[in-house]
T-cell receptor, first 113, second 119 residues
Framework: AQSVAQPEDQVNVAEGNPLTVKCTYS??????LFWYVQYPNRGLQFLLK??????LVKGSYGFEAEFNKSQTSFHLKKPSALVSDSALYFC???????????FGKGTRLHILP | GAVVSQHPSWVICKSGTSVKIECRSL??????MFWYRQFPKQSLMLMAT?????????EQGVEKDKFLINHASLTLSTLTVTSAHPEDSSFYIC???????????????FGEGSRLTVL
């Protein structure tokens, strides 16, 4: 069965600084990997996904993520954080042979002005 | 992008009553919809997978008689919380995968969620 770990409950970053939100995964086959963002009392918004190909994936709002197969990681990054990036971020994984997408527990990102 | 509409956004009900939550894909057809439950400050817990025209597949520990799921068309799935109790109070979120994408990565598109409060 697949699983996702987000080791940090919260990440604090000063505005303008680069940010990283960590994610590691475990699947039996090849993974499909996703990042979603959630604002208070809202559903989830899709940011980006990795299927195959280039390990560096670019997504919405200037976010990108790097797939690292040897480390089974898919960390979310942004070169320069904005206060409006403050939200709850979820990493998710889908095993290529399965239909379900499983989510990590989420990381709350605080961008400090 | 694809839009998923969830209704109602907020619902308060008395203990013992049943509540229905609708999930609609507005501009695409969804053969598969998923229902999640989110507790405060916690992740999304997958409750069930809903396939159009067939019975839902429930995750372990989810009572199928308690949480009735119907996926009557390619654009509508409903979750009915039967005989609701205060412990059923939660944030319920539906998601949909566009038809024809199940063999690919097929990212999910999420509704805005429904907050249920059972008094």
């Amino acid at each position: 069965a697949q699983s996702v770990a987000q080791p940090e409950d919260q990440v604090n970053v000063a505005e303008g600084n680069p940010l990283t939100v960590k994610c590691t995964y475990s699947v039996s086959g090849n993974p499909y990997l996703f990042w979603y963002v959630q604002y208070p009392n809202r559903g989830l918004q899709f940011l980006l996904k990795y299927i195959t190909g280039d390990n560096l994936v670019k997504g919405s709002y200037g976010f990108e993520a790097e797939f690292n197969k040897s480390q089974t990681s898919f960390h979310l990054k942004k070169p320069s954080a904005l206060v409006s990036d403050s939200a709850l971020y979820f990493c998710a994984v889908r095993d290529m042979g399965d239909d379900k997408i499983i989510f990590g527990k989420g990381t709350r990102l605080h961008i400090l002005p | 992008g694809a839009v998923v509409s969830q209704h109602p956004s907020w619902v308060i009900c008395k203990s013992g009553t049943s509540v229905k939550i609708e999930c609609r894909s507005l501009d695409f057809q969804a053969t598969t919809m998923f229902w999640y439950r989110q507790f405060p400050k916690q992740s999304l817990m997958l409750m069930a997978t809903s396939n159009e025209g067939s019975k839902a597949t429930y995750e372990q520990g989810v009572e199928k008689d308690k949480f009735l799921i119907n996926h009557a068309s390619l654009t509508l799935s409903t979750l009915t919380v039967t005989s609701a109790h205060p412990e059923d109070s939660s944030f319920y979120i539906c998601s949909a995968r566009r038809a024809g994408t199940s063999g690919s990565a097929g990212e999910l598109f999420f509704g805005e969620g429904s907050r249920l409060t059972v008094l």
